[in-house]
């Protein structure tokens, strides 16, 4: 089982959904955690402190936007300055928008590239000198299928998550003598917020109800006919995390009901 005690994780979008479940699997391993993401103040502390609880570890916020660089380096420098390093940096936080490219709003494309894609750039950016200092560190990025694969009405998601890939790659090859790992985990759909937030979109899209949406839609992808759990990702990230997972590095790991096999 991957120990993670006197580790720090730090893990973007994690007021909700994936993220949420990636913290509290580090925390389970005895890391302490910085938290990010939007929510309410009092939705935010019930999860910060039942971290804290629940694990008997250290769990902060940080409320840097993934859309400001500059809060980007500023988060990281927060868990630095707290915990005296960032062991652990999974790039999460995504939004998503569905429409057919010719209405799809200009503004939405730079949002969604600028969280999807380039904060995991800037999270990056600022965390390797210290995991390169320390001699060891590991980088998840939430991909997604649609890193792999494409789907109709989300240019701009799909294009932010194929860029993922191409970063994880990239950023492997750069930090592979160093004992810092970078990673995706693409998952399939996933049963959270993002995905409940995109069925009026992708009815008013196709034309459909909201079964349909679901069941020809969501999981016609899906060969299991079942969602992922957000556990059953945070399980392949904190395998990641551990020594067998030592040796892999620019890999893009699908869990996705076999959504990519066909
Ligand atoms: P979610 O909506 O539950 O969580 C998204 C998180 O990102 C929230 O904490 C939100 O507050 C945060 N966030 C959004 N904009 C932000 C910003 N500007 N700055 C900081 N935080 C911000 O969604 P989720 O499904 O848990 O998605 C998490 C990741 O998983 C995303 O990258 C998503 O693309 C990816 N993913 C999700 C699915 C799925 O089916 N749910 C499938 C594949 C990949």
Known sequence: MTKLTGKTAVVTGSTSGIGLAYAR???SAGANVVINGFGTPADIEKERSAIETDYK?????????????????????????????????VNN???????????FPVEKWDTIIAINLSSAFHGMRAAIPGMKKRGWGRIINTASAHSLVASPFKSAYVSAKH?????TKTAALELATFKITVNCISPGYVWTPLVE???PETM??????????????????????????????AALALFLCGDDAAQITG?????????TAE
């Open 163 to 167: 860029g993922i890939a191409g970063l």
């Open 251 to 259: 890999a893009n790991l699908s869990i996705d009901g076999g959504w």
């Open 25 to 27: 699997a580090f925390a």
């Open 93 to 103: 936080a995504g939004i998503q928008f569905v429409s057919p490219i010719e209405d």
């Open 57 to 89: 570890v250290k769990a902060i916020y940080s409320p840097a936007d993934m859309t400001k660089p500059a809060e980007i380096a500023g988060m990281i420098e927060l868990g630095e300055k707290t915990f005296g390093s960032v062991d652990v940096l």
């Open 204 to 233: 008013k899209a196709r034309n459909l109800t909201r079964e349909q949406v679901i069941n020809d839609v969501l999981l016609d992808a899906q060969p299991t006919k079942e969602f992922v759990t957000s556990d059953q990702v």
């Open 197 to 199: 937030h995109q069925i």
